[in-house]
Nanobody, 115 residues
Framework: QVQLAESGGGLVQAGGSLRLSCAAS????????MGWYRQAPGKQRELVAS???????DYAESLKGRFTISRDNAKNTMYLQMNSLKPEDTGVYYC?????????WGQGTQVTVSS
């Protein structure tokens, strides 16, 4: 089992920044991909960004240039730096890990961007 714990969410004004963290624990050997997803009220969960164990990164097209995903393998932690935040970025942000074909999700962290 893999346990994921997100942190770093909060309330921020439009134009501000936040840095989310996702700490992985448990059976972390073999994790070959991690990613950030978000879910706005009344909407489906969507991919924000992903990163493989080899360092390949992918972003939702609409978020390129504002969000940056990174991973510290020594700390078993993934990050999401979010800049120039907009009210439409509001939602619950989830961390996901993929290991041997199984997916693991964190509990999510709330991000609220006020206008």
């Amino acid at each position: 089992q893999v346990q994921l714990a997100e942190s770093g969410g909060g309330l921020v004004q439009a134009g501000g920044s936040l840095r989310l963290s996702c700490a992985a624990s448990g059976s972390i050997f073999g994790i070959n991909g991690m990613g950030w997803y978000r879910q706005a009220p009344g909407k489906q969960r969507e991919l924000v960004a992903s990163i493989t164990s080899g360092g390949t990164i992918d972003y939702a097209e609409s978020l390129k240039g504002r969000f940056t995903i990174s991973r510290d393998n020594a700390k078993n932690t993934m990050y999401l730096q979010m800049n120039s935040l907009k009210p439409e970025d509001t939602g619950v942000y989830y961390c996901k890990a993929r290991r041997y074909g199984l997916q693991y999700w964190g509990q999510g962290t709330q991000v609220t961007v006020s206008s």
